[in-house]
């Protein structure tokens, strides 16, 4: 993909774009910024760029043209030049090799179809499935030495472009061995190669890593660029795009995850109902509310109160600054506004606070309809601006 296809970042494309045209291109780069902000699809924008066949002839010197023969080989990643390697459990405890494990290739398939999709290891433990990993996804000794693989790769010369180029994704998951042998080729680097390291976590990479790339800061994206990335791109109904947008902390990965989600709406209008129910005060409206939230699974559960939280920012949102006020339920202004107003003392940061600690105590493993039921109840007497700010009153204060 050129780098027109990367969402947002532009100044950060700008930097990686001004290298190529001026011909001042390190021999490392280290691409870091939050999950899904877009690090893959510029590191593989790049890559592309680098063994494009007209780059500063017939087409422009900052950017592929993505229409020769080594652009589109590149775009489906097998441009034998281009060399990614995506960390990854190991395929069984008895394995004394590190060997990748079967579908790997598919998966890189899959991230040359869109850079942004959910397809790595740590994301999805198995394809077709939204569960991640969760075994240790590691860069490992094998393929990353000097006899396969990473290190052998970035050494050879290129076998038709100008260089040699080796994308390596989640870098702060290199164990001790791989990430020697990418200090190796740091510290004696190939001419002709150039190494491109993604991150969400740099604090995690060896300082003498971080020390001898060039770091590119990529920020999460707005609301209003996924909105429009999720309406052009993947045809979602504009209403839905912009609370899907909202919804996902700036990482178009998430906003795909969200949009791909049947269950999302439902969720959402159950997060709506509980708020509902709780203001009530009825124990038989709010009972069969609980039942259906407890029952969709602990995992999904602490998902679901992100929703009941959103809703209560919504609140605090609207009575701050009205209506127009940066929303996530954006399509459900008019339910919100009258929410407000319906409650006109209560206390908003306590109730943001009492989800927020249910999220919590659902980790030490309690019954989770009991814990919903007791955040029902004090639910309903923050938003009547009465009752304590803590779910469970600590043993310290219990006097």
């Not at 001004?18 to 490392?28: D, K, N, P, V």
């Not at 043209?65 to 281009?82: F, K, Y």
């Not at 942004?116 to 393929?143: F, N």
Request: aromatic residues 4%; glycine residues 6%.
């Amino acid at each position: 993909m050129p780098f027109s296809d990367v969402i947002g970042q532009e100044r950060a494309t700008g930097v990686l774009a001004h290298a190529l045209s001026s011909g001042r291109i390190a021999h490392a780069y280290l691409l870091h910024g939050p999950a899904g902000s877009g690090t893959r699809a510029a590191a593989l924008a790049l890559g592309q760029a680098l063994l494009c066949e007209r780059r500063g002839t017939t087409a422009p010197a900052d950017d592929a043209c993505g229409t020769c023969s080594a652009c589109t080989r590149a775009a489906r990643l097998v441009h034998p030049d281009l060399h990614v390697y995506l960390p990854f459990p190991k395929t069984s405890p008895q394995a004394t090799r590190d060997e990748r494990p079967p579908d790997y290739a598919e998966r890189l398939e899959r991230l040359a179809a869109d850079p942004y999709a959910p397809a790595d290891y740590r994301a999805r433990a198995k394809l077709g499935d939204a569960a991640p990993s969760t075994k240790p996804v590691e860069h490992r000794r094998i393929p990353m030495g000097p006899d396969e693989g990473f290190e052998r790769d970035m050494r050879f010369a290129p076998v038709e472009g100008r260089r040699t180029v080796g994308v390596l994704v989640d870098a702060d998951r290199l164990r001790v061995e791989a990430a020697n042998s990418a200090l190796k080729l740091l510290e004696e680097p190939n001419p002709s190669a150039l190494l491109i390291l993604t991150t969400e976590r740099p604090d995690q990479i060896l300082p003498t890593i971080l020390s001898r790339c060039q770091q590119v800061r990529f920020d999460p994206l707005a609301p209003d660029v996924l909105e429009a990335a999720l309406v052009a791109r993947q045809g979602v109904e504009p209403a839905r795009a912009a609370f899907v947008a909202r919804m996902a902390d700036g990482s178009y990965t998430r906003a795909l995850e969200l949009v791909s989600s049947e269950a999302l709406a439902e969720h959402r209008d159950l997060a709506l109902n509980f708020l509902r129910a709780a203001y009530s005060g009825r124990p038989e409206r709010l009972a069969p509310v609980v039942d259906r939230a407890a029952g969709l699974g602990r995992e999904a559960l602490k998902g679901w109160l992100g929703l009941v939280l959103a809703w209560v920012r919504d609140l605090v949102l609207v009575r701050a600054a009205g209506p127009a006020a940066p929303i996530v339920n954006v399509d459900q202004t008019a339910a919100i506004v009258a929410f407000v107003a319906h409650l006109p003392d209560a206390d908003l940061a306590a109730m943001a606070g009492l989800v927020e600690e249910a999220g919590v105590a659902l980790r030490a493993n309690p019954s989770p309809a009991l814990v919903l039921a007791v955040l029902g109840h004090a639910l309903a007497d923050a938003m009547r601006g009465r009752g304590a700010s803590r779910l469970v009153t600590p043993l310290d204060h219990a006097a």
